[in-house]
């Protein structure tokens, strides 16, 4: 259709609309949602959404595998057209700074042109993967990450069960923006899991003074990622929640052991690198450890939002649970489909919780030294 035969069927549908946002509309969500087949002229994307006989909008998943589905698109748009109150967890590693997953940043993190992402310094002669910088958000970003975060919030309590809960991957120089836009949102804050895990931010000398303060580090090396944990309040006592809704605590690591927010972590492996090359890809061991306790009774669905290369639709699998990703961005669509799949059926090596090992789904096997 012509941006003016749009913009007539909006104006149809929903009244007097200015002719300027139904473009920003358009641009906003070309190539997710819309194709632009010539200038000026848009189509629905088939792929991502089906509009069913009776004009009512279906979602159709782009990929299913097991017990996993994923739909590509925006995921403010995917979860608008879920039922309110079909989701009993929500798993999710977000855009932290926004900023870093813009169609523009994300072209030049795939030219090698740097903008937001940058290659940390090599300190053993190997190449590093590129990183985004926080530290570059101004006052306007900051407001933006809140309000998106205040809206992610929202549209999250709607489709989730009471006792719901919603664990958001963070970082520790934005985490409490986040935290607080989330709980403005109508999330309850039930605390962070720290994933002990060494990464490549932090711990670097003075830029262009190193030897002259060789002994400083301007911040302290990371060596840590928090999780914030939030819930969707209960209803009643938990008990009543957990019979109604099966939510509303965590499942344990094993009848001796609660599930801690303390937990240990191996950067990402090079072995899960390969078969899911995203630029943010999670450990296996950590998002089934995750995933096998956000459903206190084992029963439910798993939500990823920001599925990237569907990790933890993966991990789902691989601990038999339902779930279900959105991913806006095509080429890490295409990465998922073959990542879901051999990640799922990956033997860890060193799974967490040595007492969990036989309920995550994973053979016994010796650690490798
Ligand atoms: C931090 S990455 C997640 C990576 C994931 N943890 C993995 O292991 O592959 C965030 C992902 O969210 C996607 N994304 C950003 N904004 C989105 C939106 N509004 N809707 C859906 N996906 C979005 C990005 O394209 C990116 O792949």
């Known amino acids: 259709m012509s941006i003016v035969e749009i913009e007539l069927g909006v104006i149809d549908l929903l009244g007097p609309v200015a002719p300027s946002s139904v473009r920003s509309y358009l641009n906003l969500n070309t190539p997710t949602l819309f194709e632009r087949t010539q200038r000026g002229f848009y189509r629905v994307k088939q792929i991502e959404l089906a509009l069913s006989d009776n004009a009512s909008k279906k979602l159709s998943a782009a990929f299913k595998h097991k017990k996993a589905k994923l739909y590509l698109g925006d995921c403010f748009e995917v979860m608008s057209q879920f039922e309110p109150e079909s989701v009993e967890a929500i798993i999710t590693d977000p855009p932290y700074g926004l900023i870093e997953f813009t169609e523009k940043e ?23 993967a590129p990183l985004p910088r926080f530290t570059v958000l101004g006052a306007a970003d900051l407001k933006n990450l809140e309000d998106f975060f205040v809206e992610f919030a929202k549209a999250v309590a709607r489709i989730s069960v009471p006792g719901a809960n919603v664990l958001v991957a963070s970082n520790p120089l934005l985490s409490h923006h986040v935290a607080l836009a989330l709980s403005r949102g109508g999330l309850e804050n039930r605390g962070a899991i720290i994933r002990t895990v060494m990464t490549m931010r932090g711990g670097d000398r003075p830029k262009n003074a190193h030897k002259e303060f060789s002994d400083v580090s301007v911040m302290p090396r990371s060596m840590w990622e928090p999780w914030l944990c939030f819930r969707k309040p209960v209803e ?20 001796e052991k ?28 950590l998002l089934r450890h995750l995933v096998r306790a956000s459903l206190p009774l084992g029963t439910g669905t798993i939500l990823d939002p920001f599925a990237g290369s569907g990790s933890t639709l993966a991990a789902a699998n691989a601990v038999n649970l339902s779930s279900i990703g959105i991913e806006k961005d095509g080429e890490f669509l295409a990465v998922a489909k073959t990542a879901i799949p051999a990640l799922s059926s990956l033997e860890l090596i060193d799974p967490i919780g040595s007492k969990t090992r036989n309920s995550l789904g994973v053979k016994r096997r010796r650690a490798r030294a």
Do not use: C, M, Y
């Not at 009643?236 to 009848?255: C, E, I, M, P």
């Not at 609660?258 to 090359?277: C, M, N």
């Open 258 to 285: 609660p599930f801690g927010d303390l937990i240990s972590s191996s950067p990402t492996s090079s072995r899960e690198r390969k078969l899911a090359p995203h630029p943010s890809l999670k450990p296996q061991a």
């Open 236 to 255: 009643g006592r938990v008990q009543d929640n957990l019979r109604k809704w099966g939510t509303g605590g965590f499942r344990r690591n094993s009848a």
């Open 106 to 128: 994300v072209k030049k993190l795939r030219d090698g042109r740097g903008g937001v992402w940058r290659i940390p310094p090599a300190f053993d002669g190997s190449q590093r």
